[in-house]
């Protein structure tokens, strides 16, 4: 493997990461001797263009029901284990109210592909949010959908979308779902929200079954070549009632490395520390947010459901009140050395300072 040393300015490192070869990632992937200079330049780089600013997002899990069977997502198809359930419009609309109350200009609809939810449906909801916050961002996290339903939302108000591929490597990504499923469908989706006007999101899971430093690089050459507004990453967490159920967690130390990575070569992205990494260890969103996030999503949704939307076990902040889960995150951030703020936090191409 090749020795890494982009010198001490962090700029450099973002020059030399925007080039770097697959032997340099899979170095700085591999080799735990570049951590500390990898997390300082991803850390001091996020400052540049973000100064200490952590953006928050109000999450807002409304159905539990999916078409799909991923192996490694609790609330698959065929786990029929899950107590299931949708909200309603003015359930969705309620919680969106206590979020703008509590300073939330973001507001993040997440649920499996429920096709109950039919064009018209989403589109209601989109629009009543539009009128009623209509400085606020609102953002969708529904899967794959129709290009037709896509830009049919984008029309009804909303701005952003998030679809994490989980995997760019299509040999693993058939390992990890069930056939009727396809990466390169997904990635066309991606694009299709792109050419739409979307702020686009995609992501990985890290630490997945059978996947290698390999996959990762693959990662980081799709996004790349998608040149995404926002990068979601966490841990793969092992549920239950899955197939994977039996497999070992991705491990804390190289999601932040992976975090650190994503924000040396994509410095201008929106980078949330999950609930994942916090479900993992205890510092977890805090120790994300040192080396290069600059996002967190607070839980918004009513508290008797958040139990049910369970993409892996021991998810954590499920009991919480939307106000409870506010004030606990933000003394956590200011703890960490960084600080919330009310905004509706779109990406920075430009940098703060030089």
Known sequence: MPSIDYGTDSMAWVRALSHASDAELYALIQTPMYDAMLFRHADAVRRIYYGTDVYIRGLIEFTNYCRNDCYYCGIRRSNGMVHRYRLTKAEILTCCKDGYALGFRTFVLQGGEDMAYTDKTLCEIVSTIREHFPNCAITLSLGERTRESYRLLYRAGANRYLLRHETADDAHYRRLHPKEMSLAHRKSCLFQLKE????????????????????????????????????????????????????????????????????????????????????????????????????????????????????????????????????????????????????????RRRKLTK
């Open 196 to 347: 739409i006007g979307y702020q686009v999101g995609a992501g990985f899971l890290v630490g997945s079954p059978f996947q290698t430093a390999k996959e990762l690089v693959s990662d980081l050459r799709f996004l790349q070549q998608l040149q995404p507004d926002m990068i979601g990453i966490g841990p793969f967490i092992p549920h239950s009632n899955t197939p994977f159920w039996d497999y070992s967690g991705g491990s804390l130390i190289l999601t932040l490395r992976m975090l650190a990575i994503l924000r040396l070569m994509f410095p201008y992205v929106l980078l949330p520390a999950t609930t994942a990494l916090g479900t993992i260890h205890p510092q977890g969103r805090e120790l994300g947010l040192k080396v290069g996030a600059n996002v967190v999503m607070p839980n918004l949704s009513p508290t008797g459901v958040r139990r049910k939307y369970e993409l892996y076990d021991n998810k954590i902040c499920t009991g919480e009140e939307s106000a409870q889960c506010r004030s606990c995150l933000e003394q956590r951030v200011e703890a960490a050395g960084y600080h919330v703020v009310t905004d509706v936090g779109d990406m």
